[in-house]
């Protein structure tokens, strides 16, 4: 029989008592009597009412990674309530909320049942995405009691919120007759509201997405994007016009999609840029607004995550006055971040600085930018063109699409001058192959290229919540790691609290750092593929991202997770 001590708790329940709302006493005898009960542990406390509703609804949502939804604030539409009989409902203790494509959203309080929706998928032929909601408030509605008329803001808050979040926006979009003048003033706090909301979040993007029956809006937060709030349908048009006049774009102008940047002020000395861009789609226009934090300018090399030879090798190459650096990876990557940590390194008042970006997305002073306008003839070739007329130093290209845009970076990098770069590819080897499949000479190729970066964003482990996990040998050795390092080997898991979204916190990069030897030259010249570029690559002692990735597994910063996510390419 375990004692109080050894029993371990389920993620769940241990929330609260850390918090300090459950004493581990009451918790062990919770555990015990759900298990003797049969009932799944978060029914057991909703039934028993060992926490408040509202805060297990928010630990649930972190817990199993579902947004929470306050059911107040969703106007259930009648074609949707009729999609799932009531005994149904009463029996799965489960409500449909709305209806995207081929997907039901459906409003549950204890996950254990959010997994075992069969039934409706069966019933409705659509597939239940389950979300969690307050367990007093579901019960109200499937049990028929009267839940008033006034239909809130249709605010959904996501599992990465605080239980303070939920009233963002709730005072800004009351629902109102159409000729009232004031509902314009109301969407511009509702506007400024999310600006300010998505900033304090460390969000990369806002998504505000029009369908036929709900509006939607999601942050991008550490990769991943998340529903944060369900406006009504009916302000979709105005929303959409607020942000055009903040972006300085034309309102009347729907068919087409238009690129604009606001200029937001938040507090008396911050300001924050989005570029922001708006696409027609069936319902209305789509906008998405990316985040241009120039704090992130300002991040030196030793914060992004490289290990002490990686960093050692990266600022190696550019020190030298001429060459190239090139940086690759998917979009989202954190590309641009890595360039201008170099370029801080180098900006001072001796070099002649200057970049063509597609746009440029952070301002920093000291340097010439360029933005890219194809419309009226400015490519990356005509900009490099140009740039070599204006006495440089350094020039960095926001990225190199095309041959022309290659062969004049190529030529720049020979003529004394040090070249950044980035490019599309999955690991540093193939960068070598994209440049000659691009129809560049491989001497050129092995004569300018000094360095090539390849990287990835992963999660970043929660510090104030993350716990040793449980895993296999067998599973850990087919990841890559040592039998011999099992036995002292501590692997962590993601777990969630209050103070991350669903067990993590913030990004780290992960490099695949590959300077151009003797030995690469030689094999580029012989027009090696990009699996004997990798072969070689191991033989020199560079670890390619996978075995990056392991790494920040083995300090603790990542998870196993993490790496299947962000290296399965």
Do not use: W
């Amino acid at each position: 029989m375990p004692t109080n001590t050894d029993l371990s708790l389920p993620a769940i329940v241990q929330t609260f008592v850390t918090s300090g709302e459950l004493n581990r006493e009451d918790a062990i005898r919770a555990v015990r009597d759900a298990a003797d009960r049969k009932k799944p542990i978060v029914t057991h406390m909703l039934e028993r009412q060992l926490v408040d509703p509202l805060e297990l609804a928010v630990a649930c949502s972190n817990q199993y990674g579902l947004s929470l939804v306050d059911l107040d604030a969703v106007d259930i539409s009648i074609e949707v309530q009729q999609l799932i009989p009531e005994e149904m409902m009463r029996k799965l203790m489960a409500v449909p909320l709305f209806q995207i494509g081929g997907a039901l959203f459906i409003a549950v309080s204890d996950p254990h049942f959010g997994f075992e929706l069969g039934d409706i998928k069966v019933t409705t032929k659509l597939v239940p995405e389950p979300v969690i909601v307050e367990h007093d408030k579901l019960c109200k509605m499937v049990f028929g009691a009267d839940r008033g008329e006034d239909v809130a803001t249709g605010l959904v808050i996501s599992s990465t919120s605080h239980t303070q979040d939920l009233v963002v926006g709730t005072a800004t979009l009351q629902k109102k007759d159409e000729d009232d003048d004031d509902e314009v003033i109301d969407v511009t706090k509702f506007v400024n509201e999310l600006l300010s909301h998505a900033i304090r979040k460390g969000v990369s993007d806002i998504h505000i997405e029009p369908y036929e029956k709900i509006l939607r809006v999601r942050f991008r937060i550490d990769g991943i994007l998340q529903v944060v709030s369900m406006p009504p349908k009916g302000i979709s048009r105005k929303l959409t016009s607020r942000i055009k006049v903040m972006s300085e774009l034309n309102s009347s102008e729907r068919r087409i999609p238009q690129d604009g940047r606001i200029h937001f002020q938040m507090g008396e000395d911050k300001f924050i840029d989005f570029r922001v861009n708006t696409l027609p789609t069936l319902y209305g226009e789509k906008i998405v607004m990316r985040i241009l934090d120039s704090d992130t300018a300002s991040l030196g090399i030793e914060n992004l995550g490289f290990s002490p030879k990686q960093k050692s090798d990266l600022l190696e190459a550019i020190s030298v006055p001429d060459g190239m650096v090139l940086v690759t990876g998917p979009t989202g990557s954190g590309k641009t971040v890595s360039l201008y940590a170099c370029l801080n390194l180098l900006n001072s008042s001796e070099k002649n600085i200057s970049t063509a970006e597609d746009p440029a997305e952070i301002q920093v002073a000291g340097i010439n930018q360029v933005n890219i306008n194809e419309k009226v003839g400015l490519t990356f070739a005509s900009a490099l063109r140009a740039f070599l007329r204006q006495d440089p130093d350094i020039i960095m290209v926001g990225e190199i699409r095309d041959l022309p845009t290659a062969e004049i970076s190529i030529k720049a990098a020979q003529t004394g001058h040090l070249v950044l770069s980035t490019l599309h590819t999955n690991s540093a080897p193939e960068t070598l192959t994209r440049l000659l499949n691009m129809g560049i000479p491989p001497f050129n190729i092995a004569s300018t290229v000094h360095l090539i970066v390849a990287q990835r964003l992963g999660r970043r482990l929660c510090k104030h919540c993350k716990r040793p996990a449980d895993i296999p040998h067998d599973t850990l050795t087919q990841m890559g790691f040592e039998e011999s390092e099992l036995d002292t080997l501590t692997i962590y898991e993601a777990v969630g609290c209050g103070q991350c979204s669903n067990g993590y916190k913030g990004r780290v990069g992960i490099y695949q750092v590959m300077p151009i030897s003797e030995n690469m030259e030689k094999l580029v010249m012989e027009n090696g593929n990009a699996i004997e570029l990798a072969a070689l690559a191991q033989t020199e002692g560079i670890s390619d991202l996978r075995q990056s990735a392991l790494e920040k597994v083995r300090e603790g910063i990542t998870t196993i997770d993490e790496v299947e996510r962000v290296t399965k390419d």
